[in-house]
């Protein structure tokens, strides 16, 4: 009875939860009573998974790639002028792949990632093309269509939410519309913490200013920098993702912070082959621009090789995406 009690309580203690995705308002939500305005998902690692990320690559350079990925998810779609709803065309998921699975990145930071079927469809196409990226985590916010996740090869031992993720605008309440994802990553030299984010686009929205929108979610991250660096001043920290704003507009330059202060974000300045720097194409009004950024804080900074960092510029980027992959050489 006892050995039989043993095996009971052994399996209930090895029984996993997952987060399901809500569906979400344009209003402060209540998520969880910790971190209101913003749904965590860490899918968990195989234990069939070897544990990636030892000693012996000590002196290897890290690959991280951060990606815009144009709705990697089943949305409404228009096919032969019929709106029908399909997940993202496969030509775009193998253009996708193929241009992932060359740069071979240790860990990859998307935007616009669907559900937790969408990230894990993702991660098995990359591990069928020879890059295994077991660890993984997914946040979104009060969109419940485009989320933001990471994959990694090495291990994530802890991921956070920040304390505020709400804000208003003459007198009515928002909440951030994809989150901010916080996840702490150990490598084999040092443990950096990747912030992604994944701003308000710059389609007009009828509740308020998208101008307006997206600097008040610039000021959200800002504000959780300061609070990281306030708590833990010798954290590495990287910043990525689109921003849907130029280089000195006001949502970049507030989230950046003061240039002499231990929280300042620098950005990275990558260039393709032809030494151009733009990021994204909007194919309507046929517009290059630069609105995708990594950064770093000074803590990060000096181990950042930007010789070997680089936008990647595959022939077939406008097949996979509207955006080009950024890719970033940590040492």
Known sequence: MIFGAFLCLLANNCKESENSTGHWKNAPSRATSEHPGQLNDTPKKSSSEPNV????????????????LKNYLTMRRYIAGEAVYKEKPRNEVDALIEIISAANPDILGVCEIGKYADLTDLQNRLATAGVKLPHAHRVHGSDPTRALALLSRYPIVKTNSPKQTD???????????????????ELPSRTIRLLGVHFKS???????????????????????????????????????????????????SSMRGRSNSNSHMKIIELLDARGESWT??????????????????????????????????????????????MLVIIE
């Open 202 to 252: 710059k389609r007009p929205s009828q509740e308020a200013d998208q101008a307006l929108m997206r600097r008040n979610e610039s000021l959200l991250m800002r504000q959780h920098i300061k609070d990281i660096m306030a708590s833990e001043p010798e954290t590495q920290l990287l910043a990525y993702g689109d921003f849907n704003d130029t280089k000195n507009s006001k949502s970049v």
């Open 53 to 68: 990320g030892n000693s012996s690559d000590k002196n290897t350079p890290v690959r991280f790639l951060a990606y815009n």
């Open 280 to 325: 994204h194409h909007w194919k309507l009004e046929d517009i290059y621009s630069r609105i995708d950024f990594v950064m770093t804080n000074p803590k990060l900074a000096p181990h950042i090789n930007k010789k070997e960092s680089k936008l990647l510029d595959p022939k077939n980027w406008e097949v996979a995406s509207d955006h080009r992959p």
């Open 167 to 185: 804000y208003i605008i003459e007198g009515m309440p928002f909440s951030i519309s994809r989150g901010i994802l916080d996840a702490t990553v």
